[in-house]
């Protein structure tokens, strides 16, 4: 992928949150304490679960359905952080090489069992949180923060974060192909430039740091960014909450993996 | 009602570098005006319009608007009265969406929720952006982005409205659009540009900016078809005005 369709990659994440559907109107602070939730459960398991993980899956696989987010989208976009969880769970294997099991023909070490659950783990953090963002939009969930009680000055940060990034990521693109109009084959796009290059994109970024201030402060700026209250918890929204307390609860304190093991073998055995 | 007046008086401004940007710039904007501030580049347009609203502050002289001269303790209070407009649409819009950027000067003014709704939906059709406000900026594009930035500053319902560069930017139909809608503006307005046609339809008077200066100061029919004078200043007749 080029640069410039990375780049434009990024914004489809917030169109989907223009989505209309059943999640996309829940209460934005609903949704932000209900992923909170489901993070701290996920986290909450012991090191060599994998079993117990798998029916946590129901919930962003329901989020995406009744949502309406294309499954495709969200799969590459965990694929594409997922170096982050390989590397930190690649040397379980190595550094714990007890055996936890004996299937048929085959030791299976304790190591592998962690490095597995890393990745579960992994793979229900992030889709909940990305499909927290494609559902609720970056602004929505910061504003949601603020309301739950966040410091005004990290709220701030991360909304500009996100305001900026696409603004930065332009002034990048500029500047990058200005390089290659005039760099011919591999002269002009080594390292010397390259570091050249970024510190240039500093001096812009503060350049505009400084306009953009003087632009908030002839707008009456005085400290906080103040929001609109365009929203109420509804009756629904506290359902949806009540709803994910006894989802969760439930698969945490019951094995309800287990059980249904259990009557599947009384069924059929 | 006299308030809405712009004073410079004997105004000498030098940055920190050294520069000298302006060298005693003397003029006065009476309520109602629309004034159209042109020069060379470098010649002190910007960092005159910095001083409107007291994000500069003369190293020398004074600047009054309306009753109040600009110090640092009155510009909080200037900056309700001045609104400014920037070249760069993306320096002005910093809030995730278009309803937010235009809500945050009047909630900064400390309005109600009913009253800055209010507000930022009038200054939406007031530019006819009114099915942009819940989009964020970067899905805008120019004209798009530039007719928010007008929004935003017009909610906060300034006195005066002083503009940078306005036209920069635009295509020429949503520029066309801009002529017409600063002439329905009933504010005292403020417009550097080098968009000499843009000033000739939009003000009746002009200034001209040189070296820190202010060079020539007069109605804009005068001062546009003034050939000599304007080549002295790096411009040149307004395009509407040259004969091929």
Redesign the interface.
Known sequence: MTFDERYFDIGRLDRLSYGQTLVHRLDPRAKVIATFLFLLTVVSYPKYEIVALAPLFLYPVLLMTLGEIPVRFIMRKVLFVSPFAVFIGIFNPLLDPGTFAVLPGVHVSAGWISFASILLKFALTISAALLLIATTSFPGVCHALRRLGFPALFVSQLLFLYRYLFVLAEEAMRIIRARDMRSFGRRGTGMRVFGRVVGILFLRTVDRAERVYYAMLSRGFAGDIPSLRRSRMAPADLMFLLLMAVFLSGLRFFPVTEGIGRMAQEMFG | MSHHIVEFKDVFFRYPDGTEALRGVSFRITHGESVGVVGANGAGKSTLL?HM?G?LLPSSGTVIVGDLPVTAKSR?EI??KV??V?Q?P???F????VF?DV???P???GLD?AA??ERVLRALTTVSSLDLQ?K????LSCGQKSAVAIA??MA?EPDILAMDEPAANLDPRSRRLLIGLLKTFRHSKIVASHDLDLILDVCERCIVIGNGRVVADGPSGRILTDKSLLEANSLELPLSLQRR
């Open positions: 910095q609203n994000y909080r900056r309700r609104g400014i920037f760069n993306d320096d002005q910093f809030m995730p969406t937010d809500a945050f000067g909630l900064n003014l929720e800055v709704r819940d964020p900026p970067h899905h935003s500053v906060m």
